[in-house]
């Protein structure tokens, strides 16, 4: 770890001046800063603790929707009765991620940030363009077996690691800032990461010193919700594929679909060609099994992911079937 | 000082144990040192605080195989709060010792054999500013030419030295046993390398004075570790001591010391300060001890009735060059079923990967999961229960030295395991039985491990207090050895438990077994006994009588119409040693622990994602000391067990042989979700070939074979058969049902 300065902050608007710099970090939870600082894939100069900013609450807002602060811990949110009752995805995305004691420190804007665990992310000693631009990238070679088959590029083939994210990008969540000038942004879920490209290390669109200060959810969406992750042990374990499903039916056919996906690709994956190849019709095995080919028409393996794209086929038409039986 | 010495030529028929009254030997009690260790009171060897302490932290080769040209530590040195960077390329050592051994393991850092080589150390003020400073160091390097891939170097395999077992052994010929046979099976099974994982990461703490170097290190055999660290300092044994309270698992990666044993204790006399130096997760992979990777090809013959008439088990297996050490994967196949034609071979293929050593079953841990898949594969061919073809199979001695078994009780474990699991209900078609998503399945399988003795001293006195301490060198890795000693020490001299202390870990005290090899209780168990016998003795002739008619309980002598306090029998104090060596009866009998496996499984139709729903084992390992840690014991070996057939791999990379996952997170290790109820059972037995307790090892006994009765409980359920170690969920996709 290197050493660094650490400073308070009492508001947002303190913390967004204290962090208007690019060797500043926010640190809320700390459940992955602290152990990136400590490897020194993350090395910044300076802390600002937005801890105790009364970011806490999650209340309801006009319309219908909600509004989470970015302070509130993943464990409070998951038990939340108004997210269990109406955003059940959400609750069982957060409840599926990390272990009981992560949940209890991790924030909810820190874990829209957590960074990839691709292997070589975390190993200084490898090249890895998404940790040191330009340094090439040792995974795509090499063992990816967590690592992303869609929205990759051949710079990067890092995978977004929330659970929660996924959920909240099916929800089509707004994500509230505050930035450094003072000026609120209401920057919709799917504006809010980036592909890499070539920069990978540019995972979302927030700017020097801007603060996540909520996440605001729209009025709970119609039909039923579900969040199925497949891991390599029963907790504990960073999704191998995820699907956050919503998906409503009126007079047998499919009304409304929402799916996100983890596991997958560098941000919370979304395709509305494939939701809109399931709307206004009946649901069935053939339907699902095309949505699923639809999703995956462009699925890139690696070598040791490649499993990746039969298991997610699976993965979704099975859970397409509960949502719809 | 008087001292009770016993080698084991001879069986001891009758064990004192069987006439103690004290009443506390075999009874569950819990570890006498379980409130030090949850209330944080149990000190670890980096928990020890000293005046004048620095950091220490290592500083690796992050490349795989060079010649280190120049070690440029200015940029590090420089950093306010750096003491020194410590380079000396030829005392370094190169890699973890093996267990027992009591030479310097291979000396000097010069030129890298593995990624990740510890080659330098930091010193500083504080662990953080050590840490950071580390990566300043620039290490140069003329690269050399490395051997990374195990795949593509198997025909240059070697055949190693000697290990705990010979390397090769042939009889009879097994070619035509095959030819001949009515059965066979001949397949290939991989395993891939492991590390322990063991909760507290290897620590050390040197401090040097007038009388040398006081070492305080997370080390399982003190004695022999002193021999290694003083030769690899060049230092006498007798200006050296280690001091090991506490560990916090070790599983073999403890066994020897590791570079930051010796690094830290260069460091320490190098900056005249104490040293403190605890390795991050990631150099525990990098740095201290794998178990090897195995590529094993298992053969079976069987006539009509299921007989064995052959057995081949040819393992190859990795380390490092002039290692030598190789995965004894054959070991339980020497003994553990019939058969008058085999052969069992290992072949060693030399790799620029960290070191490979013991881990927990060195041996029986792969080399069960072969055997006893292959056992599951042979009943289904035969057609017959697989319970059933481990009866037939089972010797009336040992099948390759022709001597008697101490005592076995394997058919006994399988038929009392099947009997309490429900075995007679068990789904019988593979891929029949489904319940929603999840396709279900039995499995079991059989377990043994070799019993071993090693020599091992302790002191036990009394004093007139009327109480006991126990002292021998000897450690508690979690095992809870404490309470074990404290058990027969009490048992044989009438002291209830809370009466009896036990001192461990510092070879100031008298030297014992160590923690390895489930060699632990019956050994340093052992000695305890045989210095409570020399008490005994003594108060038998304070109280005028021979010791056959002296009773010892709740602090009293008993004798004719007699009862004494004990304190007041042994004026200031009385003190005896104990110690046990092994003899004849390791030759002339076979000795081994046994048990039988049983677990159901539940495996997801669309993902492939396996859960152990269901477990029993029935187990027998002479006499049981202690029935919770006992159970423990079995418990952890068998949680390792399910995390080898499920999810545990340290992945090299092909391009320079380091582990890619080598933290936590991604080497997964199973976690209680993962784990169901384990229902235990031990049959009752003694066991007079193998040491005055009558009690066989345990600490190893329950990995052995668990992870086959998954892989054959995951057969059962879909109908895949994996030999590709671990049997993760990609590997079961392409034969599970069509969505």
Redesign the interface.
Known sequence: ???FDYAKADSAEAAVREGADRDTKFIAGGTNLLDLM???VETPARLVDISRLPLNDIEEIEGGGVRIGALVPNSDLAADPIIRERYEVLSRALLAGA?GQLRNKASTGGNLLQRT?C??F????ARCNKRVPGSGC?AQ???N??LAILGTSEHCIATHPSDMAVAMRALDATIVTLGSDGERRRIPIGDFYRLPGDTPDVENVLRVGELITHVELPPAPAGRQTYRK?????????A?VSVAGIVAIEDGKISSAQLAFGGLGPMPWRDSAVENALIGRAPS?ALFGEAADLLLRDAKGFGSND?KI??T???L??TLRELTA | MTTNALRMDKPVEQSLLDSGVQGIIGKGIERIDGPLKVAGQATYSAEYDFPNLAYGFLVRATFPAGKISSIDAEGAKAMPGVVDVVVDLKTFIRNAQQGGETEAPTQGVKDVAYFGEPVAIVVAESYEIARDAAQLVAVRYEPAEGVFTFDDHVDDAIKPPPGSMPPYHSQGDLDAAMADAAFTIDNVWRTPSQNSAAMEPHASIALWDDDGLTLYGSLQMPSSDKQQLAKSLGERQSKVRIVARYIGGGFGSKLGISPDTVATAIAAKAVGRPVKTVMTRQQVFDATVRRSNTQQRFRLAADADGKLTGIGHETLCSNLPGEGYFEPAGQATQFLYGGENRIIKHDLVELNRTLSGSMRAPGEAVGLLAQENAMDELAEQIGIDPIELRRINDPAQDPQKDIPYSTRSLTRCLDAGAKAFGWEQRNRTPGAKREGDWLIGHGMAATTRTNMLQPSEAAVSIGPDGRALVETDMTDIGTGTYTILAQIAGEMLGLPIERVAVHLGDTKSPPGAGSGGSWGAGSSGSSVYLAAQALREKLAKAMGVEADDLTLKDGHAIAGNRRVAIGELVGDGITATGSIEPGKQEKETTQASYGAHFCEVKVHAVTGEVRVTRWHSTFEAGRILNQQTARSQCIGGIVFGIGTALTEEAVHDDRDGRIVNHDLVEYHVPVHADIPHMDIVFLDERDPHANPLHAKGIGELGIGGAGAAVTNAIYNATGVRVRDYPATLDKLLEGLPAV
């Open positions: 770890m290197k050493l400590k490897l020194q272990s665990r292997y070589y975390y190993e200084t000693a040792d070679e090499g063992f077996r967590i497949v891991r390599d042990r029963a907790s504990y374990a960073f191998l095995d499993f039969p298991l086929r699976r993965t038409i099975a």
